[in-house]
């Protein structure tokens, strides 16, 4: 048995209208599939490489449960990849979206980067491309 590839990256939204918005305004993202699952709903964005970002939104939710990042045994962020960090910080002040690290080179990594948070509180994590 091996992996042969990532299907899709999950994130349960506080407010779908809201998840929607910021990932096709900010990102750029096309929604490719919407499903009604009875007591949820998924709505699918295309990542490259035929991975999806599937947004799950329950009827009944729970209150978020604060995390830092420091937290451990959890999921800490997603990353992606983009042409230009600048286009995307020129957008995330456009809509609004605040930026908790700008971007930046990262000596150690080699990569210019930045952080955000999407509209409900996952970490992002932007490289810009080589």
């Known amino acids: 048995m091996m992996i042969t590839g990532i299907d899709h990256i999950t994130i349960n939204v506080t407010d779908l209208e809201a998840s929607k918005a910021f990932y096709e305004n900010v990102f750029l993202l096309t929604q490719s599939g919407f499903i009604d699952m009875g ?3 998924l ?3 295309a990542l490259p490489c ?3 970002l599937e947004l799950i939104d329950y009827e009944k939710k729970d209150e978020p449960v604060p995390v830092a990042p420091t937290h451990v045994g959890m999921y800490r962020h997603l990353c992606l990849e983009v042409d ?3 286009e995307l910080r020129k957008r995330c002040s456009e ?3 605040q930026v ?3 971007p930046a080179f990262v000596e150690r990594l080699e990569r210019r980067n930045m952080l955000l948070y999407d509209p409900n509180g996952v970490e992002l994590e932007v490289f810009e491309a080589h």
């Open 39 to 41: 007591d949820h709903t």
């Open 100 to 102: 908790t690290s700008e």
């Open 43 to 45: 709505t699918y964005y």
């Open 95 to 97: 809509y609004q979206i």
């Open 84 to 86: 230009s960090l600048e």
């Open 50 to 52: 035929g991975v999806r």
